[in-house]
């Protein structure tokens, strides 16, 4: 069975391994936990660990368990403020970290729970944060202040270094195809590439590096950016021509919900600029990618999905 090891979090990464989930192949899913907002931040206070609220969405997307479970698993106590609108799931690995003692003893116990075909690995078991440095040359501290500054991000960083997850090398060295997800650059994907030693070892990997592209910009990120300008700033990271195919979505979107991301999100759609790609030497997989789910462009999972599988199996054919 081929194997694919997926970086990225947040919601890109969990909805590509809803799709990913029901073809036949061997799934390891690598997840940034520097998040510090809303109920994730809450807990890393109180109980002084590393970010648990992707790694939780990651293995609720990756799981067989029926659609009650699953909702139960993303109920928040809403209602309560001794419960801090911490959801079921995040409460779970939280306890389970706390008894265990790290994510390599917590995170096999959840994947028994909720039948998980696949692994979920936290990029790293130390309780960092994010740091990014605006074009005016100030810091800004924590993935939450980061996605909600005004002023341009031009650089990430940690604020300690890290030790990555040994098992990461071992998934990166096994692959058979490296995945970046589609999910903010600046907060869940170059997290994955700031650590030197795992760069290297993904250059070094035989496997071909696949990167899906986002639907819409991120204000203060990666404002104006086209396709051509997101693979340009993950190969800064990354290393020159370290990308080797590029999914992205090459249809207009024309709805009432364009106009609310615009205006409401300062979100513009992700220009497809293939003059330009054809210039970068990448392979290029362009279809309609995107549908909508509860009033939000979503990657279509199942077809992203369909595209990699498809890829993998025929590779340039």
Do not use: W
Request: with cysteine; hydrophobic share 40%; charged share 25%.
């Amino acid at each position: 069975m081929k194997k694919i090891v997926i970086f990225g979090g947040g919601s890109g990464l969990s909805q590509l391994l809803k799709g990913l989930r029901l073809f036949p192949i061997d799934v390891t899913a690598v997840v940034s936990v520097a998040d510090n907002g809303r109920s994730t931040g809450a807990l890393r206070k109180d109980y002084h660990i590393p970010a648990v609220g992707d790694i939780s969405k990651v293995l609720i997307a990756m799981s067989d368990c029926d659609t009650e479970i699953k909702d139960l698993m993303n109920y928040r106590f809403k209602k309560s403020r001794s419960l801090g609108s911490h959801s079921i799931k995040n409460l779970l690995l939280t306890a389970l970290l706390d008894t265990k003692g790290s994510f390599s003893e917590a995170i096999p116990v959840l994947v028994r729970l909720l039948d998980i075909k696949g692994d979920v690995l936290p990029l790293t078991e130390d309780n960092v944060d994010l740091v990014g440095i605006t074009s005016d040359g100030k810091k800004i501290v924590g993935e939450e202040q980061i996605t909600n500054t005004k002023k341009k991000i031009d650089k990430i960083c940690y604020s300690n270094d890290i030790t990555v997850n040994p098992a990461v090398f071992d998934a990166v060295k096994e692959a058979d195809l490296i995945i970046l997800s589609s999910g903010s650059l600046y907060t869940s994907i170059i997290p994955h590439l700031l650590n030197d030693k795992l760069n290297k070892s993904i250059n070094r990997s035989k496997a071909k590096k696949l990167y899906i592209c986002n639907l819409f910009t991120q204000p203060g990120e990666t404002d104006g950016f086209k396709v051509s300008d997101h693979i340009k700033l993950l190969e800064s990271y990354l290393g020159e021509n370290s990308i080797d195919i590029v999914i992205a979505n090459n249809h207009r979107m024309n709805s009432c919900l364009v106009k609310k991301y615009e205006t409401l999100e300062q979100k513009d759609q992700v220009k497809f600029d293939l003059p330009e790609l054809e210039k970068m030497n990448k392979k290029i997989i362009a279809d309609k990618l995107y549908l909508i789910e509860d009033e939000h462009y979503r990657h279509d999972s199942l077809k992203t999905a369909y595209l990699v599988f498809s890829y993998l199996m025929d590779g340039e054919k």
